[in-house]
Each structure stands twice: as structure tokens, then as C-alpha cells.
Nanobody
Framework: QVQLVESGGGLVQAGGSLRLSCSAS????????MGWIRQAPGKEREFVAA????????YYADSVKGRFTISRDNAKNTVSLQMMNLKPEDTAVYYC??????????????RGQGTQVTVSS
């Protein structure tokens, strides 16, 4: 089972940018679909973005499309989420996730501990 550790969260003003990173260990990284999931206080977990095994294909939730970019480096066992033009509604705990198949179902992803992103208005 792959272990995931996220980093890069923090406090940012609306319109600002943050880059989240996730380091994976304990498995063959290139065998996993990688994704980002978030959960805001009082809300259900929400799929944010996914990237396929090679990094050639990506998929985004409508709420972040055009503002967030997911990427991966299979040589370094890392996946990143570049977030731009952040909005207060992006405030959440962001989790890196690994899945065995292409999916937007949050329950299909094994997740890390998460990193807090707070966007002030």
C-alpha cells in the first residue's frame, strides 16, 4: 500500500496562488492513478483533480478547471497541484490520493493526512 505525505498548504489571500506537493512511498508509484481531494468544514469530500499513470491525461472538477493544474513526476514519486486565482470557497483540507483505476469517486482513493489551505477574502 502506498503511503502519501502532503505539503505546501497555508494561508493565502483571494486571487493568490499555492502549490501543493505529495510524496509517495511504499509502492510502485507509476502503477497508481493520482488525485487530489478536498474537504471543507461541514461538507463532504470533493474530488478536485486526477492524473493518469504517465501524466499524459488529467481531469478536473468544474469548480477548479482553468485555475488548478495537476502534474506528476514518476522518477521522484511526487504529484503536485498548482492552484491559482484562489477563492475563499477553495478553503479546505486537501488530500493527495492514489487509486488503482481511473475514477472521480473519492472513496476509491487511498489518502494522506492532508494539508490545510485557507483562502481569505
Amino acid at each position: 500500500q502506498v503511503q502519501l505525505v502532503e505539503s505546501g498548504g497555508g494561508l493565502v489571500q483571494a486571487g493568490g496562488s499555492l502549490r501543493l506537493s505529495c510524496s509517495a512511498s511504499g509502492g510502485t508509484f507509476s502503477n497508481y492513478i493520482m488525485g487530489w481531494i478536498r474537504q471543507a468544514p461541514g461538507k463532504e469530500r470533493e474530488f478536485v483533480a486526477a492524473i493518469n499513470f504517465s501524466g499524459a491525461s488529467t481531469y478536473y472538477a468544474d469548480s477548479v478547471k482553468g485555475r488548478f493544474t495537476i502534474s506528476r513526476d514518476n522518477a521522484k514519486n511526487t504529484v503536485s497541484l498548482q492552484m491559482m486565482n484562489l477563492k475563499p470557497e477553495d478553503t479546505a483540507v486537501y488530500y493527495c490520493g492514489a487509486a488503482r483505476r481511473w475514477t472521480t469517486q473519492t472513496s476509491d482513493y487511498s489518502r494522506g493526512q492532508g494539508t490545510q489551505v485557507t483562502v481569505s477574502s
